[in-house]
């Protein structure tokens, strides 16, 4: 009877000692960190707006481009921009009947006149001719890009490899 009046003191001592070890240790899910709390996000700032009036200032993709003399010279299929985000040229698609034919040339930005382009048939000025718009090799992406200019002042860009 001795016998088993230990064991019960043993197995009811090893019950407390459990108990009392897992109320000052829990389960690694219900640990608390000893990191700081995260600081509380702060929220995004609103964004800027900018009103541009319906008449100051419209798309260019796909308008049409005619020389001073009134002369189709295609129309402006893309925009290029330097690393700095500046643009640079427009990228015009010349010649051609119905897109047979015809080839992508990429002139300077500043020889584009935006006169009046409120409407969408309104068309952009290019201040180069015809003829010199021919001779212009044709614009291959990722390849060196030849900008035509109307007066020769586009510097080229110099880029890091």
Known sequence: MRAKFLIAFLVATIAALATAWAQNNPPPSQQQSTAPPAAPKEPAPPPSVTVIGARDAHGVLGRDVRSAAEEDMGRIVDVIVDRSGTVRAAVIDFGGFLGVGSRKIVVEWNALHFGSIANKGDSITLELTKEQVTAAPEYKEDTPIVVLGA???????????
């Not at 007066?151 to 860009?157: D, I, K, N, V």
């Open 151 to 161: 007066a020769g002042s586009l510097q080229p860009l110099q880029f890091d490899h």
